[in-house]
């Protein structure tokens, strides 16, 4: 069978090399993270995983079997008193573990969105750049075949600041 990376076309060595950088940063930042976090993160990765379910299930079933007296053996939690004071005591230490990962992957998602709205921000500065020069080039050309006025909207650079100003507007009449 043939190599499947055979059959498509390469990549852009630019693709290449930003590939590369982000999976170097990314590297980067797991060898900074804490060594609490890097344990928070393992603990939330098993839990979340079926063999956490498969041992509970065997642990809880064989706790019930022997409290309830079906294997033979002297029940010492008969109320379940114990098992539900565990089972709490895991929950919070759990529900704890996950937050804190979470906490971590939001912060991780923010700077990610950080990049992704610099890097939308450069490229669309120089999309307009390139607009206004097509347009000048189109003018000397002397080519009419395309709406003026929607050039010279487009050739206009976008403040970040009026956007968001616009859509907070926008939310709140519409919240009316």
Do not use: C
């Not at 079906?70 to 010492?76: C, I, T, V, Y």
């Not at 709406?147 to 600041?161: G, N, R, S």
């Not at 956007?163 to 009449?173: R, T």
């Amino acid at each position: 069978m043939e190599n499947d990376n055979q059959k498509l076309p390469p990549m852009a060595s630019v693709v290449e090399r930003n590939i590369k950088a982000l999976l170097e940063r990314e590297k980067n930042e797991e060898a900074k993270e804490s060594y609490q976090d890097k344990i928070a993160d393992k603990i939330t990765k098993f839990t979340g995983s079926m063999l956490f379910v498969y041992i509970h299930f065997l642990l809880i079933g064989l706790w019930i079997l022997w409290n309830v007296n079906l294997l033979g053996l002297k029940p010492f939690d008969p109320s379940f008193v114990i098992l539900a004071m565990a089972a709490s005591v895991e929950a919070i230490f759990l529900s704890t573990f996950v937050l804190i990962s979470q906490n971590r992957a939001a912060r991780l998602a923010d700077k990610r969105a950080e990049l992704e709205l610099q890097v939308n921000l450069l490229a669309e500065h120089e999309i307009t750049k390139l607009i206004a020069m097509v347009s000048t080039i189109a003018r000397k050309l002397d080519i009419q075949d395309f709406d003026q006025k929607e050039i010279e909207d487009l050739a206009k650079d976008v403040h970040p600041e009026k956007v968001l100003d616009f859509i907070e507007g926008s939310k709140k009449n519409q919240e009316k």
